[in-house]
């Protein structure tokens, strides 16, 4: 028996398929992938789950194309010493809190960080973990997350040499035992690529591990790049050559890696990541939270780069997200007319093209054979909405609307704004605050 879902009455908008809004659809899924899409009156004998969508908006669930499931704990704690640049934000705050984790912190971090994303709509995570007290199973620890709560994840764990040689050989071996174990498994739910934390902290010999487990396994990478202007100056004082160069040196580069940030590349380094075929995932809330800069979107799709969008644990919230991405190119060359192709693309094409080389579906629009993935807002919206301006009711309007249905591989996970999972959300709550304030004192 085919598992079978009806999203039905639904108005349907894909931003991955440029002018397409449908009224009063609906969806059928089948085995988690769409089967059908029609008018709501062509499924009159279906027998299966129905879900109502009247008065929602449908889109394809959104993608976050890099983010850190260990970060929920960071949440409200004030006892870091003020950062004045980027490596002391990392030093007072993110290092000291991931060296402290458990691999239970990691589960429940991780727990609050899916179940905050499948409230706002998010079906699919790209992550990028770090536990270097707990390195061995921490992965394990977020794919037990991701599956009880039903989404997509690909996972990787952050290696680095800045506790040592040994320590980066243990964040290695996680990654190896945890690629096998997600080929072995060969589900469309869970995959892996090689993590590597950032060129500044990875020695020659550690990179060129990576490069070997990587070209082994057949697998990608998933790193930060010229984040602060930071990475460039230490790599360039260490090596002789710029990140960009230097990660394409050793063979990171290419159509499976993802390049973080990438705020400070020249047009040189653009031309590489392009040439490889990496994808270039922009955070810009993280980056301005952070006084690093705003990445150059606009350039980096001129040159051909496939540019996705990721909220680097800022925020679940993939609209919101989209609006500050815009915002910043606005604000970066003071001009309100720039980027808004770029951006929009980023999130609803290049996360879908992103997410689909590494999960082997197509993601991010609604017709058959496509993820059964998507969200519906609630939105009567109070404007004409057509195909032309729907991306403006995206910007402006869904982005403020609530969140009432999330399905992930044809399951329902949030109906009616009401979370369907098997999971207890205030017990995580409680349990993940008595953690929390364990951690704390741990720091
Ligand atoms: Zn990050």
């Avoid at 800069?293 to 680097?312: K, P, S």
Wanted: net charge positive; hydrophobic share 40%.
């Amino acid at each position: 028996m085919p598992r079978s879902l009806l999203i039905e009455n639904g108005t349907l908008l894909s931003p991955g398929t440029p002018g397409w809004v449908r009224r009063n659809h609906s969806i059928l899924i089948e085995d988690g992938l769409i089967a059908r899409v029609a008018p709501s009156g062509r499924f009159r004998g279906f027998t299966g789950r129905r879900l109502d969508a009247t008065g929602q908006v449908v889109m394809p669930g959104l993608i976050n194309a890099h983010t850190h499931c260990y970060s929920a704990f960071a949440r409200g704690f004030t006892a870091a010493k003020p950062s004045r640049d980027f490596l002391s934000v990392l030093r007072n705050l993110w290092w000291r809190i991931d060296s402290a984790l458990t691999t239970e912190d990691c589960y429940h971090s991780a727990l609050l960080v899916l179940i905050d994303a499948i409230r706002h709509g998010t079906t699919t995570v790209i992550d990028h973990h770090a536990s270097p007290g707990c390195v061995d199973g921490s992965l394990d620890a977020l794919a037990r997350a991701a599956r009880e709560t039903g989404l997509r994840a690909c996972l990787c764990y952050e290696v680095s040499d800045r506790d040592g040689p040994p320590a980066a050989r243990r964040g290695l071996a996680e990654n190896a035992r945890f690629i096998r174990r997600c080929q072995a498994d060969g589900g469309s739910a869970l995959q892996a690529l090689v993590g590597l934390h950032a060129s500044f902290t990875l020695s020659n010999p550690t990179l060129r591990a990576a490069a070997e487990l990587g070209g082994d396994l057949r697998t990608g990478f998933h790193v930060h790049v010229a984040e602060a202007r930071s990475d460039q100056r230490a790599t360039r004082a260490a090596t002789g050559m710029g990140v960009v160069r230097r990660l394409r040196h050793f063979g990171i580069l290419g159509p499976r890696s993802i390049a973080a940030h990438c705020v400070h590349v020249s047009p040189r380094e653009m031309d590489l990541l392009a040439g490889s075929g990496t994808a270039v995932v922009h955070n810009p809330q993280s980056n301005l939270n952070n006084a690093v800069g705003i990445a150059d979107v606009v350039e980096q799709v001129r040159r051909g780069i496939l540019v996705g969008l990721g909220t680097d644990a800022m925020t679940s919230n993939l609209l919101e997200e989209l609006r500050v991405a815009l915002w910043g190119q606005h604000f970066a060359r003071r001009d309100p007319s720039v980027g808004f192709a770029e951006v929009t693309g980023a999130l609803f094409g290049g996360n879908a093209e992103i997410a689909g080389r590494i999960f082997g579906l197509r993601l991010g629009e609604i017709r058959a054979g496509c993820a059964g993935d998507l969200a519906g807002f609630n939105y009567d919206p109070p404007t004409p909405l057509r195909g032309a301006n729907a991306l403006g009711h995206v910007l402006f309007g869904l982005s403020q609307a609530p969140v009432a249905t999330t399905v992930a591989q044809g399951r329902v996970l949030l109906e009616r704004g009401r979370l369907k999972l098997d999971l207890d959300e205030a017990r995580i709550n409680a349990r993940a605050r008595e953690l929390a304030k364990k951690l704390w004192q741990r720091l």
